[in-house]
């Protein structure tokens, strides 16, 4: 499995910005599809933004418009960046890998707390 370390969490302002970054521990980066996920207190984790290895995205309907997506396959990360943030954005936030098929299962994070509020 590959190792992910998420960074960049922290407490915000309604309305400020944070950029999330998840580095990974493969060779292959290039060939993964990674997604952020987000988990609030009480709640089921959800989906909320995807980049494949085309670097085509998708986000959950909540987040669409605030935040993007990126990858730096050079650096074997990838980034989420938050604007215009809400207190309903708080939440704990994980970085995936899904490998190629036959590359194994997926990975995840430990995560990053966000903390909206004022």
């Known amino acids: 499995q590959v190792q992910l370390v998420e960074s960049g969490g922290g407490l915000v302002q309604p309305g400020g910005s944070l950029r999330l970054s998840c580095v990974a521990s493969?060779?292959?980066?290039?060939?993964?599809?990674m997604d952020w996920y987000r988990q609030a207190p009480g709640k089921q984790r959800e989906l909320v933004a995807t980049?494949?290895?085309?670097?085509?995205?998708n986000y959950a309907d909540s987040v669409k418009g605030r935040f993007t997506i990126s990858r730096d396959n050079p650096k074997n990360t990838v980034y989420l960046q938050m604007d215009s943030l809400k207190p309903e954005d708080t939440a704990v936030y994980y970085c995936?890998?899904?490998?190629?098929?036959?590359?194994?299962?997926?990975?995840w994070g430990k995560g990053t707390p966000v903390t909206v509020s004022l």
């Open positions: 995936s890998a899904t490998p190629p098929p036959d590359y194994g299962i997926p990975s």
């Open positions: 980049i494949t290895a085309g670097y085509r995205t």
């Open positions: 493969t060779t292959i980066f290039a060939l993964y599809t």
